[in-house]
């Protein structure tokens, strides 16, 4: 099902309840829509295509509204398969359609698909006419790869954004800000933020700027996943600013993982003492918490507390796919507090610390590292790194 957004903008898109895992790594409970737009002018434009599995599906869309092979231009803001895997399709239908994207986007098509059009590459700020609505495409570096674009219909004031400003979660048929409920938005989008983007938040911080700078007018924000928005399309440019900032919160995430409780148990005490001292504490068990999740709620916290047992002389799996995490997504830098189990050599939370620090995070003192069950003096320990946690936070 096709949606107008204003005359002759038409949302194409199309809703994902089959994927379990975005990226076959982050839990989607509530779906995602890879979003999809036709402007229909003199010329007919689609902007962006869907994820290979529903190119049929996305075609009917674009056949309630024009003939697909009458499109003169593709649009590819983006060339991640999820808006592009259904190229092959709308190519094999419109053989001559023109595909526009960004220079370095070309040379990615080379290499990820063998389809027949021709192309145009456009500059940063080109403008292209349709008749009587112009296209102007502002290049958008690493939003979400370093080949992506957004595309601005100056009379209409709409900016497709591609991934930036996007949300997991399905449409369900209510495509706008207004016909949703922005909690579930405001969740789903920092969760889809800090899983897809965290890596690139000093390029949402320069996108949003380049975007500010050129003083154009928004009336809608229409991105690749997640909803439309039209009553207030700055609310979520303000989030993600927010949220990108390097300015972290004034809470502790405590992250660890456990076999058999004792690495549990020391979470805990570090957890009862920080809220003890007035620290509002978040914590999560890798082996239960979403990768998603643990990463949500750890990228803007002040003060990251890990902790592992020893496996193998290593630390436990999880847990080190989590820190592999924190350096892949070169989290914003702070102090990170480290505990640990182990049962005769040890060697889990060496390992975590030079790590760390090799990326050069602040490894917080002490260090603890406890033999099995906490006795009172590890518990002392983990006391003192409570209390330089909370003054850290403070
Ligand atoms: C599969 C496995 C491998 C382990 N490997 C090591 C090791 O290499 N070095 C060590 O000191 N302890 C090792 N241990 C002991 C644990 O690190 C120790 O018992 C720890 O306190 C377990 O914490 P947990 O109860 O939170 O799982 C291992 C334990 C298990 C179950
Ligand atoms: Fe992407
Ligand atoms: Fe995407």
């Not at 689609?46 to 996305?58: C, Y």
């Not at 996108?207 to 154009?216: A, C, E, H, P, R």
């Not at 998603?292 to 592992?308: E, Y």
């Not at 060697?347 to 033999?371: A, D, F, I, S, T």
Request: aromatic share 12%.
């Amino acid at each position: 099902m096709h949606r107008e957004i204003t005359k002759g903008v038409y949302y194409v898109g199309v809703d994902d309840h089959h994927t379990e895992l975005f990226e076959n790594l982050w839990k989607i409970p509530f779906g995602v829509s890879y979003n999809s737009y036709l402007i229909v002018d003199e010329k007919i434009a689609v902007v962006d295509t869907v994820k290979g599995p529903w190119a049929d599906e996305w075609l009917n869309n674009i056949k309630e509204i024009v003939d697909p092979s009458k499109i003169d231009y593709i649009i590819l803001n983006h060339m991640e398969p999820d808006h592009t895997g259904s190229l092959p399709d709308i190519t094999a239908i419109a053989p001559n359609a023109i595909i526009i994207y960004t220079p370095f986007a070309s040379k990615m098509r080379y290499s990820f698909y063998d389809v027949p059009n021709p192309e145009k590459t456009v500059a940063d700020l080109e403008e292209l006419s349709l008749g009587s609505k112009t296209l102007k495409f502002v290049h958008a570096k690493f939003l979400h790869w370093p080949e992506t674009m957004m595309t601005y219909i100056v009379e209409d004031e709409v900016l497709l954004t591609c991934d930036a400003f996007g949300a997991f979660g399905a449409l369900n048929g209510k495509h706008f800000d207004d016909e949703i409920k922005m909690e579930l938005v405001e969740k789903e989008s920092w969760r889809y933020v800090s899983a897809i983007i965290t890596s690139y938040f000093k390029f949402v911080q320069a996108g949003i700027q380049k975007v500010k700078d050129l003083g154009i007018g928004i009336k809608f924000i229409a991105p690749s996943h997640g909803p439309i928005y039209r009553k207030d399309p700055m609310w979520i440019v303000q989030k993600y600013a927010e949220w990108s900032s390097p300015e972290l919160e004034k809470y502790c995430t405590i992250v660890y993982g456990t076999m058999y409780g004792f690495t549990h148990r020391a979470a805990m005490t570090l957890k009862k003492e920080l809220t003890e001292l007035g620290v509002e504490v978040r914590l999560h068990n890798v082996s239960y918490s979403d990768m998603s999740k643990v990463i949500a709620d750890s990228v803007r916290a002040g003060v990251l507390a890990i902790g592992t047992p020893t496996y193998d002389a290593f630390p436990y799996p999880k847990v080190w796919g989590f820190v592999n995490e924190v350096e892949g997504k070169r989290f914003p830098k702070r102090p990170i507090a480290l505990f640990g189990t182990y049962g005769w050599g040890g060697g889990g939370v060496k390992k975590l610390k030079e790590q760390l620090e090799r990326c050069n995070y602040e490894v917080m003192e002490p260090v603890v590292r406890v033999r099995g069950k906490a006795r009172e003096e590890e518990k002392g320990q983990l006391k003192e790194l409570a209390n330089a946690i909370a003054d850290v936070l403070k």
